[in-house]
Each structure stands twice: as structure tokens, then as C-alpha cells.
């Protein structure tokens, strides 16, 4: 069954002080990797597609990377505007429109 | 920047209504989406849209669930008879290419009493 983890469930830190995100995928093959970020009560917003293992993707103070079992959001000296809910996403090979979504992490960025 | 947009932003009905949730997705997009969103719980696929058909639904969707794209630009999702389980965020999306990435709108927040 295709499946998506991430981990930690709420990860609390200091402004400036970076870390990183997990997420672990079990599919039958991986169309794509996507990462979302989720304010309260809104809707996800786009933040990187990754097709294949190895790929790298950065915007601002994140840096997405991906392996054949895993991704990491890296957050690089994050600010307090960074704090919301992270999701990670996989299409995979046998759907062409299903994304199948983790539980998200929720990152605090505290001043 | 194009982006996706809900109506109404919430809505309050009473079990065994009908209701409809309507979207308009990025103009030049040709494939739409919708998935929901249970307080506190993943962001699950419901259908998706391509060519005034259906492409794919999951278990979720069953026969109180219907979608419909009425004219060139709006995109709906019809609840037939609503229970108190289909209290959630609903959100649509669209995308260019069914491999491309999905741009979500704001969602609807659907409360059933």
C-alpha cells in the first residue's frame, strides 16, 4: 500500500537555529515528490516538485532533497514567518492524478 | 499569479441537505482535483477531472459525491445528502498537465450539524 511518513510530528525552533524535515515514502514507483506549506485554515501552497533521487531543489531558506525511500525539507537559519505545517506528497506511477499526502510537520520558529 | 479559487470560504448545513462547493480553477489548466481535509487529519484525495469526466476517485467518493466543470471556468463539487462525517475543508486544485504539479485553492470549510 502506498504510504507517506513524516517526521517529527512538531519540531519548535529557535529563530536562526536550522534543522531538517523527514519524509519517508513507500510507493510502487514515484511519478513525483511534492512539498506543500500549510498556514491554519488555508489551503496547501506550493513549494517544490522532485522527480528522481539525487535531485536538489532551493527557494529562500529551504532546500528540498530526495533519495529513492526518503526527502528532507532543510531549513536553513528560518525566521518566525517560516512557522506552519509542511506537507509531503508522492504521486505514484500507478495513478496519474492521486496525491497521496503525509500528516505534515509543524515547524514553530520561535523570535 | 493565477491561482485557485473557493466559494463560499464556509458553510453550515444540516444533515441530509444538499450542498455545493464551487471552484474556479487556473485558466489554463485542464485537469481539476478535489480533496478534504478532516480537522486534524492528511489532506485526502477525493477525484479528479479531465475532459468533462471523471479520471479517477478514491473509496471516498461514492454516490452522494458528483462533480461537475458547468461552463468554461467553474469547477463543482455536489454533496447530495450530507452527514455529519462530511464536516470538513474541501479543497480544489487544478493543473496544467496530469503531471504536473497541483496549485490548491483556499478551501472550503463545510461544518454538517
Known amino acids: 500500500e502506498d504510504q507517506v511518513t513524516q517526521s517529527p510530528e512538531a519540531l519548535r525552533l529557535q529563530e536562526g537555529e536550522s534543522s531538517s524535515l523527514n519524509c519517508s515514502y513507500t510507493v510502487s514507483g514515484l511519478r513525483g515528490l511534492f512539498w506543500y506549506r500549510q498556514d491554519p485554515g488555508k489551503g496547501p501552497e506550493f513549494l517544490f516538485t522532485l522527480y528522481s533521487a539525487g535531485e536538489e531543489k532551493e527557494k529562500e531558506r529551504l532546500k528540498a532533497t530526495l533519495t529513492k525511500k526518503e526527502s528532507f525539507l532543510h531549513i536553513t537559519a528560518p525566521k518566525p514567518e517560516d512557522s506552519a505545517t509542511y506537507l509531503c506528497a508522492v504521486q505514484p506511477k500507478t495513478s496519474y492524478d492521486k496525491v497521496i499526502f503525509g500528516p505534515g510537520t509543524s515547524l514553530s520558529v520561535i523570535p | 499569479e493565477p491561482e485557485v479559487t473557493q466559494t463560499p470560504s464556509h458553510q453550515v448545513t444540516q444533515m441530509g441537505q444538499e450542498v455545493i462547493l464551487r471552484c474556479v480553477p487556473i485558466s489554463n489548466h485542464l485537469y481539476f482535483y478535489w480533496y478534504r481535509q478532516i480537522l486534524g487529519q492528511k489532506v485526502e484525495f477525493l477525484v479528479s477531472?479531465?475532459?468533462?469526466?471523471?479520471?479517477?476517485k478514491s473509496e471516498i467518493f461514492d454516490d452522494q459525491f458528483s462533480v461537475e466543470r458547468p461552463d468554461g471556468s467553474n469547477f463543482t463539487l455536489k454533496i447530495r445528502s450530507t452527514k455529519l462525517e462530511d464536516s470538513a475543508m474541501y479543497f480544489c486544485?487544478?493543473?496544467?498537465?496530469?503531471?504536473?504539479?497541483?496549485?490548491f485553492g483556499p478551501g472550503t470549510r463545510l461544518l454538517v450539524l
Open positions: 477531472f479531465y475532459n468533462n469526466e471523471i479520471s479517477e
Open positions: 486544485a487544478s493543473s496544467g498537465t496530469e503531471q504536473e504539479t497541483q496549485y
